[in-house]
């Protein structure tokens, strides 16, 4: 289909939109944003000079790349208790109109290779109808973001362990970049209960539809509770479940799709005390139970039996997560907003290739932590224990500067020498393979960061980092990684 019949179908189509709008919609506001970022990675394989095997090549060897991304917005007020929201997403490499081997790097062509990267995707596209039935229900239908807590359990459907066009292939960005993804939502069904100070949300998600090689049809349900204790005690309790359907190869390395789902299922609690001026505490602890499947697809290190004469290939679960946080504002020179804050998260781990019936290891389902981060883009957040700790000032009402650290240590060491076998950190088929030692001490990270409003509307960015890898690595990928991002944003 040419571009000047594309164009003369979306004047159309806009036209019938417009002419709806009259009849039918009572308000309309278009919003959105525009984000320009350039991006420099180096050495995230920690290899100076890769070797064939364990390059993980686009992964962050050497990313020199700017990245657009445009989000356009309408939300339509119809009645009094209906409303829609739509929104669309381009996100693309400048200098690319293609997918190929040199943007994907896979190096080979991806199978959608003919994608366009100036394709408009679907990001938000819901319906919401306020007292549905009765006052208290609202009913929102459609894709939607879905965010609770500090989205340690969920806020990101490309999380990086199954990240947009990593892993899938479905998706624009590279791999060197799709965990900057804005692609946040999920095609879900949520009930809100608001019972003032009490809200209930049941949420029921479509993840993946047929994709055998992945998931085979993930699903995900869930309940989340927030209850306002008082004004300076929030109180969260949820249950969510992931069900997806797996594939495991047998003896003769055939695939064969099991006939029982892989059921993992989260419970936990979160509090959010801000008694004291000027201070917010938090903390949250979550455990999960059910189903682990023994597949290489989707856990490469796992040691996966032969799917012959009964051989059972799931484990029972037992893992568990702590989070705890603290942001204080100093109350001196409040001119400047001096702002200190700390954190501890505790992501319970498996011992590397372990054949116990029992599985340990945290998975990090829907996560939302650390975007950006280049520890977040090397490491799936399990079986570690981060410290963090960040400071923050505005010299001047429209700067702001911030320094933030990280460190990471393992909870189950690997036990294996170097060039034996390596392990995917990332937890994804493809990424880069890691020679670890039987230590625990994984690395810092140090990132600094400056926000200049230059207008109401316009924001720059600027931000450096390093990951200095820490003894659990051998000296075979021990290089320091490091990254640069400056950024534009406009919204409007």
């Known amino acids: 289909m040419s571009k000047r019949l594309i164009i003369v179908l979306a004047l159309v189509l806009l036209a019938g939109f ?103 995707d679907i990001d938000l596209a819901y319906a919401t109808l306020k007292e549905f039935l009765y006052s208290p ?12 807590g500090n989205a340690l359990i969920i806020g990101d459907i490309d999380t990086n362990a199954v990240a947009a066009g990593h892993g899938r292939g479905d998706r624009v960005l590279p791999d060197s970049l799709d965990d900057l993804s804005l692609r946040k939502s999920f095609d879900a069904v949520k009930a809100t209960l608001n019972y003032d100070p009490l809200v209930v949300d049941l949420v029921g998600s479509k993840i993946f539809k047929n994709d055998v090689s992945q998931n085979n049809d993930t699903n995900l349900y869930g309940i989340n509770a927030a209850y306002a204790l008082r004004k300076s005690i929030n109180l969260e309790g949820y249950w969510w479940a992931r069900s997806r359907k797996a594939a495991v190869t047998n003896s003769t390395n055939a695939a064969v799709e099991l006939n029982k789902r892989e059921n993992l299922n989260v419970i936990g609690g979160r509090a959010v005390v801000t008694t004291i ?21 989707l856990y490469p ?28 504002v100093l109350p001196v020179a409040k001119r400047y907003a001096p702002m200190v804050g700390a954190s501890y998260t505790y992501l319970s781990g498996e011992k590397f290739q372990s054949t116990k019936r029992t599985y340990t290891g945290w998975d990090p389902m829907f996560e939302d932590q650390n975007s950006g981060t280049i520890f977040n883009k090397i490491f799936r957040a399990t079986n570690y224990q981060l410290f963090s700790g960040t400071v923050s000032m505005k010299p001047m009402d429209d700067l702001k500067l911030s320094l933030d650290a990280y460190y990471l240590m393992l909870n189950q060491r690997y036990t294996q020498t170097a060039f034996a076998t390596p392990a995917h950190l990332s937890g994804l088929n493809g990424d880069p393979l890691y020679q670890m030692l039987g230590r625990k001490y994984l690395g810092w990270e140090w990132e600094a960061g400056l926000t200049y409003d230059y207008t109401e509307d316009v924001q720059f960015g600027l931000t450096g980092g390093m990951f200095i890898p820490g003894s659990a690595f051998s000296s075979e990928n021990r290089d320091t990684a490091k990254q640069i991002m400056g950024s534009m944003k406009v919204s409007f």
């Open 137 to 148: 229900l609202t009913l929102t239908i459609g894709r939607q973001e879905l965010r609770y």
């Open 277 to 297: 001026k000027d201070l917010t505490l938090s903390g949250e602890l979550a455990y999960q139970f059910g189903d682990h499947e023994r597949n290489a697809t």
């Open 18 to 120: 417009t002419c709806a709008a009259y009849a039918e919609v009572q308000n309309v506001k278009v919003s959105g944003d525009i984000t320009e970022t350039g991006v420099i990675r180096n050495h995230l394989n920690l290899r100076d000079n890769p070797t064939v095997g364990f390059i993980g090549s686009g992964f962050g060897e050497n990313v020199n790349a700017i990245l657009s991304q445009i989000r356009v917005r309408v939300d339509a007020d119809l009645t009094d208790n209906v409303s829609t929201t739509v929104r669309v997403l381009n996100e693309r490499v400048w200098g690319t109109e293609k997918q190929n081997a040199n943007i994907q790097g896979t190096g080979t062509v991806a199978a959608n290779s003919t994608t366009s990267d100036s394709q408009i």
């Open 301 to 328: 290190d796992e040691l996966v039996p032969a799917l012959d004469d009964g051989a059972d290939t799931r484990r029972h679960v037992s893992a568990y997560a702590i989070q705890a946080a603290a942001n204080y």
